[in-house]
């Protein structure tokens, strides 16, 4: 049976994103497979044009969402759209986001460890995507909050830009400037518009990276393809 590879990426309406892209690519010199990427948005390289490119090359498709948590892109938008686009009879295996991976936590882990050791005075707020329609990854992201405390021995609040726990209501817990760790995978149009949010309130904030173009992003694929 020959496996191949099916990136899917969120992507931005109107161009490509290019963040990523790179890195992505860097995994076809790591493994064997016939490998393809698709974007959720947009109207090029699209998921169905990834599952065309696989064409008849195999019998099994692994679909690798680089994404952060199972929220509506996850659990209705790949299954349905590659679903309805894949040739009968191919098997198709759809892997877990990558929010909750080591390789992601390890990232998180040492970017405060080094940013409280230079701002130990500073509360820490980690900050994500969110959902309005799931509570499991408000349930992970939240662990990964305590995980991250426990570990640094400091209190790290949470917040979403939407659904449960907005940033707007989370800011107002202080007067404090933050040390903020958004978990996103690209520095995009919502991180900046957190960053406004939170300057708004407390402008001497300061902010950490995001995993884009981060070699944690790259690890955090292998080690969920290493798990399948």
């Known amino acids: 049976m020959t496996t191949g590879f099916l990136f899917a990426l969120h992507g931005r309406r109107g161009k490509i994103s290019q963040a990523n892209l790179a890195l992505i690519e860097s995994l076809k010199n790591t493994y064997d497979q016939p490998q393809a990427t698709g974007f959720l948005e947009g109207d090029q390289h699209t998921l169905e044009d990834g599952v065309a490119a696989l064409g008849d090359q195999v019998d099994e498709l692994i679909v690798i969402p680089v994404l952060l948590f199972a929220a509506t892109h996850?659990?209705?938008?790949?299954?349905?759209?590659?679903?309805?686009?894949?040739?009968?009879?191919?098997?198709?295996?759809?892997?877990?986001?990558?929010?909750?991976?080591?390789?992601?936590?390890?990232?998180?882990?040492?970017?405060l460890k080094r940013a409280v050791a230079e701002h130990p005075n500073q509360?820490?707020?980690?900050?994500?995507?969110?959902?309005?329609?799931?509570?499991?990854?408000?349930?992970?992201f939240e662990a990964i909050g305590h995980q991250l405390s426990q570990a640094l021995q400091t209190p790290v609040a949470f917040a979403n830009y939407v659904g449960q726990l907005k940033v707007q209501d989370v800011l107002a817990t202080s007067t404090q400037p933050w040390l903020v760790q958004p978990l996103f995978l690209t520095q995009g149009r919502i991180v900046k518009n957190v960053e406004k949010l939170i300057k708004a309130a407390q402008p001497a904030s300061i902010f950490l990276p995001t995993l884009e173009n981060q070699p944690a992003l790259r690890q955090a694929i292998i080690e969920r393809i290493d798990q399948q």
Do not use: C, M
């Open 123 to 140: 509360p820490i707020l980690l900050v994500a995507h969110g959902t309005g329609h799931f509570d499991t990854p408000l349930a992970q």
């Open 74 to 111: 996850v659990l209705w938008d790949l299954p349905k759209r590659i679903n309805a686009s894949k040739r009968p009879g191919l098997k198709v295996t759809f892997l877990e986001p990558l929010g909750t991976t080591q390789a992601v936590y390890a990232f998180l882990y040492h970017q």
